[in-house]
């Protein structure tokens, strides 16, 4: 399954967080032509991510 983006908004509270500027330039790239902005694009890639972790070994070694 891919990573699709999706421009719905949901309640919100802030958070800080501080990204490498590469990525920061990447997401940007990625969000252009979509009706998404930066905050939710980070929020669907964390869900995403969270959704197909691997639980069986989450533990590290």
Known sequence: ???KIRTDRKET???TIRFPVNLISQIEDAI???DVTFSGFVIQAC?????????ENSTNS
């Open 1 to 3: 399954m891919s990573f």
């Open 13 to 15: 509270e802030n958070k």
């Open 47 to 55: 869900e995403y991510a969270l959704e197909h972790m691997d639980t």
């Open 32 to 34: 252009q032509e979509h």
